[in-house]
C-alpha cells in the first residue's frame, strides 16, 4: 500500500499473494480500517518449498495442471474451473519424510490422492485429483505435511 493512500473509517482492503501455492499469506486477508488503523495482523507473503530451496522450516509448495477443461486465477487469487475440469494439485513434499496429508472444506465426495506415477514427479509430488468438476467441489484444498506445515488453495468451479 502506498503511503500516499488515505483509507476512511470503515475501508476495508483484500490482500492475496501473487501467486498461490508458490507463496503462503501469513496474516489476515481482510483489513479494516478503524478509527485510523487497520483491524488484523497485516499481510506478508512467504516463500514455499521448491526444487532449489529445501528447507523443513517452509511450507510446501502447491502446483496444479487442469488436463481438461479451463482453469484461471482470478484477481483475488483463486482458481477458477469450468465445469467438468480434471484438475491435479500437487503438494511439493519428499516422498521419503511421509506422506503428505489433502483436506478440503466441503463435503460434497472423497478425492483420490497420492504420489504421482510419472517417473520424474513420484519423489516429490503428492497428488489430489478432481475429476470432472462440479459446482459442489468449490471450497478450500489444503495440504498439511507430516512436519506440521501446510499450505491451501480457494478452488471454484463456475461457467
Not at 521419503?96 to 510419472?118: C, E, K, S
Not at 468438476?133 to 501446510?150: E, H, I, R, V
Amino acid at each position: 500500500i502506498s503511503q500516499n493512500l488515505e483509507f476512511g473509517h470503515g475501508s476495508s482492503i483484500s490482500a492475496h499473494c501473487l501467486i498461490p501455492g508458490k507463496f503462503k499469506l501469513i496474516g489476515d486477508s481482510l483489513l479494516t480500517c478503524l478509527n485510523g488503523r487497520w483491524k488484523g495482523r497485516f499481510p506478508i507473503c512467504i516463500h514455499t518449498n521448491a526444487y532449489t530451496n529445501y528447507s523443513d522450516d517452509l511450507p510446501p509448495a502447491l502446483q496444479w495442471t487442469v488436463s481438461r477443461g479451463a482453469g484461471l486465477l482470478d484477481s483475488s487469487g483463486t482458481l477458477v474451473m469450468l465445469p467438468g475440469s480434471i484438475l491435479h494439485m500437487d503438494c511439493l513434499f519428499p516422498r521419503l519424510q511421509g506422506n503428505p496429508t489433502w483436506t478440503w472444506t466441503q463435503n460434497y465426495r472423497q478425492y483420490p490422492t497420492g504420489w504421482a506415477i510419472d517417473q520424474e514427479e513420484r519423489e516429490l509430488h503428492y497428488r489430489l485429483s478432481i475429476y470432472y468438476a462440479k459446482t459442489q467441489d468449490s471450497g478450500m484444498f489444503t495440504c498439511l505435511t507430516p512436519n506440521g506445515l501446510s499450505n491451501f488453495i480457494h478452488i471454484l468451479v463456475k461457467g
